[in-house]
């Protein structure tokens, strides 16, 4: 059974890094055609992907957040770090992580998500 | 970028009536790349459909998806008292993986 478990702060100060753990079990992260993805979703608001990392350390990154976001993989303590910089108010939202396996040619999908974090920025 | 565009935003129905979700994407997406979630308050998304119209393990057989190109739809076909929540559609093909800003169903 695949798992995954969101962990980190819960309340973090504007301009300080975010930094946000996903365990992962059911799978090995150096697995091929694994990824793992992190999602944010805002408080009433809808799903936002941020970023991605592939089984051969490949990433992805949201448009909107390259410059400020950077995703990590640790195979051998089965997590996936993100990290934001220079938080906000407005990047306060529940945070997902999610597993994704390709096979060969076909795209996966984001199945299965994990229970979520709720990040709140407020000094 | 794709951007995803759903409607209605909200969707008023009473159980056992039919509900039909729409999912209109700005460019053509491929048919696999397509996935429809259920979310409820206070829980993670839960993956209905994907590839456009196949079933996720455990989801029961009232809900369908369907369409190509540019236009997809969810439809459940009687609606039980735990399918009001809110339903995104999403497109997994290729960076960046973007969502429909969701269609709220709720009872009549």
């Known amino acids: 059974q695949i798992t995954l478990k969101e962990s980190g702060p819960t309340l973090v100060k504007p301009k300080q890094t975010l930094t946000l753990t996903c365990i992962v079990s059911?799978?090995?992260?150096?697995?091929?055609?694994?990824?793992v993805g992190w999602f944010r979703q805002p408080p009433g608001k809808a799903l936002e992907w941020l970023a991605l990392?592939?089984?051969?350390?490949?990433?992805r990154y949201s448009p909107s957040l390259r410059t400020r976001a950077s995703i990590t993989k640790d195979t051998s303590k089965n997590q996936v770090v993100l990290t934001m910089t220079n938080m906000d108010p407005v990047d306060t939202g529940t945070y997902y992580c999610?597993?994704?396996?390709?096979?060969?040619?076909?795209?996966?999908?984001?199945?299965?998500w994990g229970q979520g974090i709720l990040v709140t920025v407020s000094s | 970028e794709i951007v995803l565009t759903q409607s209605p935003g909200t969707l008023s129905l009473s159980p056992g009536e039919r509900a039909t979700l729409s999912c209109r994407a700005s460019?053509?997406?491929?048919?696999?790349?397509l996935a429809w979630y259920q979310q409820k308050v206070g829980q993670a998304p839960r993956l209905l459909i994907y590839?456009?119209?196949s079933r996720a393990t455990g989801i029961p057989d009232r809900f369908r998806g369907s369409g190509s190109g540019t236009d997809f739809t969810l439809t459940i076909s009687s609606l039980e008292p735990e399918d009001f929540a809110v339903y995104y559609c999403?497109?997994?093909?290729?960076?960046?993986?973007?969502f429909g800003q969701g269609t709220k169903l709720e009872i009549k």
């Open positions: 059911g799978f090995s992260l150096s697995t091929k055609g694994v990824s």
């Open positions: 999610v597993h994704k396996l390709d096979f060969g040619v076909v795209v996966g999908w984001f199945h299965p």
């Open positions: 990392i592939f089984w051969n350390d490949d990433q």
């Open positions: 999403q497109h997994y093909g290729s960076s960046p993986y973007t």
């Open positions: 460019l053509s997406v491929s048919s696999y790349d």
């Open positions: 590839g456009a119209s």
